[in-house]
T-cell receptor, first 115, second 112 residues
């Protein structure tokens, strides 16, 4: 299995531009999570999906952020318009169950820099 | 008080010694606990999970959970330079099937 695949690996953009991050979860996993990691705030859950349905988006910072999962093998996280404070590493993770021993499989992450 | 707290380090340990990483947690998170390792510039990967009081061993790694004192530890025996990484403690929120609260991570440096 190729693992969780994210693209792009690096994204540099200017403030005000739209940014789209992409994720392909591990086949057969029915949970997908979007995380953001910064030095100041650590790892934060933004939103998660179960069977392609958004379950909890309370971690999404504001309306500039949106996420979709049109099918079981693809998800996007969009920021429009982007701001310098959005600069972070964005991880996508998937899992095939929740519960006491849930294991998250993380993608390689997207390093986003907003100038 | 943060819900999951870790000393940010860095924790420096000589090669071959035991590295001890600690994590304390609040009442809101107390179902199960996870230790993830994250190398610089890489993504987190699960090392161990634990949800029962006591010790759980896996190779050179031992996770310890003490619910009365609300702490969870990770011991790494015979530390190797390849163990140098940031170790993230995560805990599941009570009555939640999915929500994990993450500590800020402890940076571990194993000196040859």
């Amino acid at each position: 299995d190729a693992g969780v695949i994210q693209s792009p690996r690096h994204e540099v953009t200017e403030m005000g531009q739209e940014v789209t991050l992409r994720c392909k979860p591990i086949s057969g996993h029915d949970y997908l999570f979007w995380y953001r990691q910064t030095m100041m705030r650590g790892l934060e859950l933004l939103i998660y999906f179960n069977n392609n349905v958004p379950i909890d988006d309370s971690g999404m910072p504001e309306d500039r952020f949106s996420a979709k999962m049109p099918n079981a093998s693809f998800s996007t996280l969009k920021i429009q318009p982007s701001e310098p404070r959005d600069s972070a590493v964005y991880f996508c993770a998937s899992s095939n169950r929740t519960g006491l021993n849930e294991k998250l499989f993380f993608g390689s992450g997207t390093q986003l820099s907003v100038l | 008080q943060k819900e999951v707290e870790q000393n940010s380090g860095p924790l420096s340990v000589p090669e071959g010694a035991i590295a001890s990483l600690n994590c304390t947690y609040s009442d809101r998170v107390s179902q199960s606990f996870f230790w993830y390792r994250q190398y610089s510039g890489k993504s987190p990967e699960l090392i161990m999970s634990i949800y029962s009081n006591g010790d759980k061993e896996d190779g050179r790694f031992t996770a310890q959970l003490n619910k009365a004192s609300q702490y969870v530890s990770l011991l790494i025996r015979d530390s190797q330079p390849s163990d140098s990484a940031t170790y993230l403690c995560a805990a599941r929120v009570m009555d939640s099937n999915y929500q994990l609260i993450w500590g800020a991570g402890t940076k571990l440096i194993i000196k040859p």
